[in-house]
């Protein structure tokens, strides 16, 4: 970051280095030319009469003292110095003395004018408590740039008819000392500003045409940092009631709140954010942050109503009795359409988050994102998204780069985030020189280009004036931007938190500076905005609607229709009752589908190795015979699309699929171009997307959350390049895709496939992790669920897991996702090596057919005599291959082989029918994982719930598979091979 920050400053820092050179050579020089090596300046010293006239000036320095000048020089002048003393003086090289001053004086302004341009931040006044002594930097120094104090009236020349230093083409003249002072008011007061780094000169240009002020008239372009009376009068309401909001709160309660005190200021920020994106046409906005002044932001910002908010604090959130935990208030979302004071109404929707910093940041991004596409917003216009930051976070929280890079990808921008950073200048406990190797805690942004305004929190007009020009940006470019409000932290923590602990002196200067508010206010008073006693009634008027809610919200019963108010319609909530629907498709859609998967635009060249394998989809589908894998997943895709809802894939190289074995997207070999058969079907109402994302879990997975919680009749699916690449996202998962009904009462349909299976390729890549996602399973182990309480048991449960051998059992999966009356998240350990092994025929996918949660024996000569199996093994996954393998191998006609297909919810009546089918057999859990891994601990504790159900006490579920290990699998094949050998062995033995 510091080498980039640093490539887009090496130009004003090498002109001050080369500057202050040819000082101590000559005064007078022309900065630009002096000690440049004679060979560089030969071929165009002819050509400009100014350079004539310093070669003259040099060659008498030179004579005086011929060190002074560069060593080419030296060498020069003594070849050629003859020459020199008999040619005419310098009024006669075709430019006088005044014009070689002139050009002087306006090159080394020019310079000193970009130089604030880059550097002037640094010396802007944006510290409230004035406690961070800035680096005053020597680009800003005149004598940098060989200018001196006798310069300071002179009149500012331009360097051509178009070039103007005074400002925006303004022609008046204005002397050095007005153009610095200018400078100082543009880039050095309470707005520090960033742009010099971004390399659109349309979008620099636009920039400095807002930020600097015109040198005759002291204003901007657009006249935006001059508020009307109105706008301050607007401002201070605000300001009044995010200040009292947090007095109140903490007057009344004693709870941790973590509130925005010494930070109130952004609120009437990000008011006028709102409402002047509304006025440029934006419809909604969807906003995420963490903890600190969030409760101020749900109240004043999305409008929650305050007798709700009231109600938490003295009778906690919302639960749901046994159905849901909850979670504490400042955790909470909530959205609602909120007028706005151009006459607008936009829709406001805060996301709840846990308190895993900057984690819903491309949460936020994926809703947004669905948003624009369900409403057809291609231009990214009528929605946004608003991410609020704290300093230390942003600084240290790597999902916040990964959030910043996808928002400069084309299938994953959401046409510009504005960043807002609560910038206390301390994070918990530690200080910022702990916290972040820079001057700002916003460097991270600089790599995306995003333009930077560092404003003093202790300024509204300032800060309510960069809010405007945040929302005019990111309307007009559709690109990221930044605004660090530097402000303070009153309070510890939290409000019960000692912060003297380890920051005393910092909080002896707290203690004695005054509110934003109180400093505000006089101001306004002052200058004659209003009167004090104006200030008094509207205080009075914030302090009685304050009462007033408290007073509603003491008699106020939780119900849980608010919080259920934004569930989608026609979709069932955890206390409804529902029930299961077949999931197979018509004969009629799988032709229509069929067809479209295998058919190519005239003239399409596929790659040769496609060639057979494209036969072979055409050849299955036309009998209805050996379905693969890929084919059953296009054909659950095809059908859904058909039906009118939205199919979406992303995650590293899905278009192909890691294993080569998907091709969503090919490509012709000879132009280059791309085809989507699925994109293709005659009849399809709704789009379907494969995207490749970038080399990321936790910001992929985190965006696809989000793009499934806005629209649940959208089938959105995350598949991991290998299922242990998943732990990279496993914040996302953990605290949100697992307990996010739980907590915050909102449902997903998200789906994850993550590829799992021990095939000898090392510990990287062979485990999903199974065992994870279980023990994350909130189902109760010991009670059993039977048929009848099934669908309810389903219903209620938080997620699903899935580690699935059947094409047809994956493709009702899919579709069984969007076809049920609720929405819940799936996992499925999808295979690797088995992806062109197992087949399913079309009886398996037809309109009566649905998913198989357990599959039975599929040998008629075992099932039929049942009474002489001695061992029941039960399995999930690619051993179950192995297990039928070994068996045939050996002709055991006593062993039956049960797969469980979906392991949680656990299927307890179907695993207790297979039980009683064979009453002499030993009932074994056969898996390849290690002991301490894959499913068994699980498995064992539901089996026991079954052996009790059917009266089997004494009975215990046999284990056969790896021993314990600290690693999935060797990262030795032979040593796998005889570790899959033993296995087997073991299986198959008589002891």
Not at 798 to 819: D, K
Not at 845 to 870: C, G, H, M, W, Y
Not at 909 to 936: F, T
Request: glycine letters at 6%; one cysteine or more; aromatic letters at 10%.
């Amino acid at each position: 970051l510091f080498l980039y920050r640093a490539r887009h400053e090496q130009g004003a820092m090498f002109s001050g280095r080369l500057a202050r050179s040819v000082q101590k050579q000559r005064q007078s020089s022309i900065r630009f030319r002096s000690g440049v090596p004679v060979a560089r300046l030969q071929s165009t010293a002819a050509l400009e009469p100014a350079t004539a006239a310093y070669v003259n000036e040099l060659y008498h320095s030179w004579r005086a003292d011929p060190k002074s000048v560069h060593s080419s020089w030296d060498e020069y002048f003594q070849e050629n110095g003859v020459a020199l003393a008999s040619a005419a003086p310098a009024e006669t090289c075709g430019a006088t003395i005044d014009e070689v001053e002139q050009h002087r004086l306006a090159v080394r302004t020019q310079q000193l004018v970009r130089a604030y341009r880059v550097f002037g931040h640094y010396h802007a006044q944006i510290d409230p408590l004035g406690l961070k002594k800035r680096t005053q930097r020597p680009e800003l120094n005149i004598a940098t740039y060989g200018l001196t104090e006798a310069d300071l009236d002179k009149v500012v020349p331009t360097l051509d008819a178009k070039t103007s230093l005074t400002g925006y083409g303004v022609e008046q003249a204005v002397t050095l000392r007005e153009l610095i002072k200018n400078l100082e008011a543009s880039y050095c007061r309470n707005v520090g500003v960033e742009y010099m780094h971004i390399q659109d000169r349309e979008q620099c240009n636009w920039l400095r045409d807002r930020v600097e002020l015109n040198a005759i008239s002291h204003q901007t372009k657009n006249n935006l940092y001059t508020p009307s009376q109105e706008d301050r009068k607007n401002c201070l309401d605000r300001l009044l009631w995010a200040t009292r909001l947090e007095e109140f709160l903490q007057k009344k309660f004693s709870d941790k709140r973590f509130g925005c005190d010494g930070a109130e200021v952004i609120i009437p920020g990000m008011k006028t954010l709102v409402d002047h994106a509304a006025g440029l046409g934006v419809k909604g906005v969807v906003i995420g942050m963490a903890h600190r002044g969030r409760i101020n932001v749900l109240a004043n910002l999305v409008r929650k109503p305050l007798e709700k908010l009231f109600s938490e604090f003295q009778q906690g959130t919302q639960t749901m009795g046994s159905i849901a935990s909850g979670d504490v208030k400042y955790h909470l979302g909530v959205s609602y359409d909120r007028p706005t004071r151009g006459g607008q109404n936009i829709h406001l929707s805060l996301l709840a988050n846990p308190s895993h910093l900057e984690a819903v940041n491309p949460v936020v991004e994926g809703k947004t994102a669905s948003k624009q596409f369900n409403s057809g917003d291609e231009n990214k216009e009528n929605y946004m998204s608003l991410l609020i930051h704290g300093d230390g976070s942003f600084a240290g929280q790597g999902i916040v780069c990964e959030t910043i890079m996808l928002s400069g990808l084309p299938k994953y921008t959401t046409g510009g985030t504005v960043h807002v950073i609560i910038n206390n200048q301390i994070s918990f406990t530690t200080d910022p020189k702990d916290a972040c190797p820079g001057e700002y805690c916003t460097d991270v942004a600089l790599t995306n280009e995003a333009p930077i305004f560092h404003v003093n929190g202790d300024d509204p007009d300032a800060v309510c004036w960069v809010f405007q020009l945040a929302a005019e940006w990111r309307q007009k470019f559709h690109k990221d931007v930044v605004v660090d409000v530097v402000c303070y932290r009153r309070y510890g923590h939290n409000e019960i938190d000692q912060p003297a602990f380890t920051q005393p002196l910092v909080y002896k200067t707290i203690e004695k500076h005054p509110k934003t508010l109180e400093i505000y206010s006089e101001n306004l008073i002052a200058a004659g905005v209003l009167s004090a006693q104006e200030y008094e009634d509207m205080k009075a008027n914030v302090d009685k609607s304050l009462d007033e809610a408290f007073q509603k919200s003491t008699d106020m019963k939780p119900s849980s229709e608010y919080e259920l108010s934004v569930h989608w319609s026609n979709l069932k909530s955890i206390a409804q009752a529902t029930s299961e629907k077949p999931t197979g498709i018509t004969r009629d859609a799988y032709e229509v589908v069929g067809k479209a998967l295998t058919a190519l635009p005239e003239g399409f060249k596929l790659h040769n190795g496609l060639q057979r394998p494209m036969k072979n989809k055409e050849a299955s589908i036309a009998s209805g015979k050996g379905i693969d894998w890929a084919t059953a997943e296009a054909l659950a895709w095809g059908s859904l699309l058909l039906e009118g809802h939205h199919v979406r894939i992303s995650g590293q190289d899905v278009e192909r699929g890691t294993f080569s074995h998907r091709h969503a997207v090919l490509h012709d070999q000879a132009n280059g171009s791309t085809y989507v058969p699925l994109a293709h079907i005659p009849g399809s109402k709704s789009t379907f997307s494969a995207t490749n994302s970038f080399l990321s879990e936790y910001a992929a997975l985190g965006y696809e959350l989000g793009f499934s919680m806005d629209n649940p009749n959208a089938l959105v699916i995350w598949e991991a390049q290998f299922g242990d690449f998943s732990n990279g996202a496993q914040i996302i998962i953990d605290q949100f895709i697992t307990s996010t009904e739980q907590k915050w009462l909102r449902q997903t349909g998200l789906v994850l496939l993550l590829p799992h299976g021990l095939d000898g390729q090392g510990p990287e890549h062979s485990s999903a992790r199974l065992e994870r996602f279980l023990q994350m399973f909130d189902g109760d182990l010991d009670k059993f669920v039977d048929a009848e309480e099934a669908a309810d048991y389903y219903h209620k449960s938080n997620i699903i897991v899935m580690n699935i051998t059947s094409p047809a059992n994956y493709f009702h999966a899919l579709r069984r996702q969007i076809h049920r009356e609720y929405r819940k998240p799936l996992f499925i350990m999808s295979p690797k090596a088995l992806l062109r092994v197992v087949k399913s025929d079309w009886e398996e996918f037809e309109s009566s057919a649905q998913l198989k949660p357990v599959i039975p024996e599929v040998d008629s000569a075992i099932t039929e005599n049942a009474q002489n199996v001695r061992k029941l093994f039960f399995c999930s996954g690619k051993v179950y291959f192995d297990l039928v393998a070994r068996r045939e191998q050996k002709g055991a006609n006593d062993v039956a082989i049960v797969r469980i297909e979906e392991l949680a919810p656990f299927p307890f009546h179907l695993v207790r029918d297979e039980i009683l089918k064979y009453p002499s057999a030993e009932v074994v859990w056969c898996q390849e994982e290690h002991m301490n891994q894959g499913a068994w601990n699980y498995m064992y504790f539901n089996f026991a719930t079954v052996f009790k159900h059917i009266g089997q006490h004494d009975t215990e579920l046999k284990y056969v598979g790896r021993g314990p290990a600290a690693t999935p699998a060797t990262g030795n094949k032979k040593n796998h091979d005889k570790e899959q050998e033993e296995l087997m062995q073991t299986a198959f033995s008589r002891e």
